[in-house]
């Protein structure tokens, strides 16, 4: 029982925590979330709490902006393999070796974290875009079904391609929506999502909304650049951690 309340606290306080940062940054709290509940719990049951919170809230920010059907038009190769990519590797996080996910976790948020604080903004031109988006679709499909986090390299690339702010925020959405639509395909075709995480991660929607209005609040108040390298530092030094775990 007592165990039982302290996953249901823990769970509650990682997405209204997770919502926060997505409040105040615009992204971020699938990385969060699988960061948190991924060091406290197997990366294949962090990634099926995530489906619900994750999906609903990039969904609200797909849908914030006027220009869907132009990103989709403009993104679908990414898109598509994206889907092709987390399908193909949903096998790894759906077959439990949690020591593995759990350092592949660790090593993907270390490299987010990393480049994201040091790394200059770069550009990719029309002509690069044609076969980047597929590759990097591919990749990101690929870290998504073994590691339920869906960022590298999809967010440093579309912010590489110019897009205005609003659209880029967008952009994000859609590259998160049919990221969590892939790895919950993925999870639930290898028969990896049990009952009670599906219900947990409804019941995660609550909290990771209510972090998403008070992130937003906080915004007006605090700088988000020094919000966001804080949270990259912590970031960094929890998927470390993660990542060395194979080596005890």
Do not use: C
Not at 152 to 172: H, R, S, T
């Amino acid at each position: 029982m007592e165990q039982t309340a302290f996953l249901v606290a823990a769970v509650a306080t990682t997405f209204f925590l997770a919502g926060i940062v997505k409040g105040v940054t615009g992204m971020g709290l699938p990385t969060v979330a699988m960061g948190v509940l991924g060091a406290l719990l197997s990366p294949l049951t962090a990634a099926a709490l995530l489906l619900l919170p994750s999906f609903i809230t990039n969904v609200w920010q797909l849908v914030s902006g006027p220009h869907v059907m132009a990103l989709l038009q403009r993104l679908w190769p990414m898109m598509a393999t994206i889907v092709i990519g987390t399908l193909a590797s949903s096998a790894l996080l759906a077959g439990g070796d949690t020591r593995l996910t759990t350092s592949l976790l660790g090593g993907v948020l270390v490299v987010y974290a990393s480049y994201s604080l040091l790394a200059h903004p770069f550009r990719i031109s029309p002509a690069r875009e044609r076969w980047a988006s597929p590759l990097v679709g591919l990749v990101t499909g690929l870290l998504t079904g073994g590691t339920g986090v869906f960022v590298i390299p999809a967010v440093p690339y579309l912010q590489a391609l110019g897009f205005e702010k609003d659209d880029l925020v967008q952009a994000l959405g859609l590259s998160f929506t049919v990221s969590t639509i892939a790895l919950a395909t993925g999870l639930f075709w290898h028969g990896a999502v049990p009952k009670g995480d599906l219900l947990m991660s409804t019941l995660a929607v609550i909290p990771a909304l209510l972090g998403m209005a008070a992130g937003q609040a906080i915004r007006a108040r605090i700088s988000p650049l020094i919000f966001r390298r804080v949270f990259l530092a912590g970031l960094f030094l929890l998927g470390l951690e993660m990542a060395l775990r194979v080596f005890r």
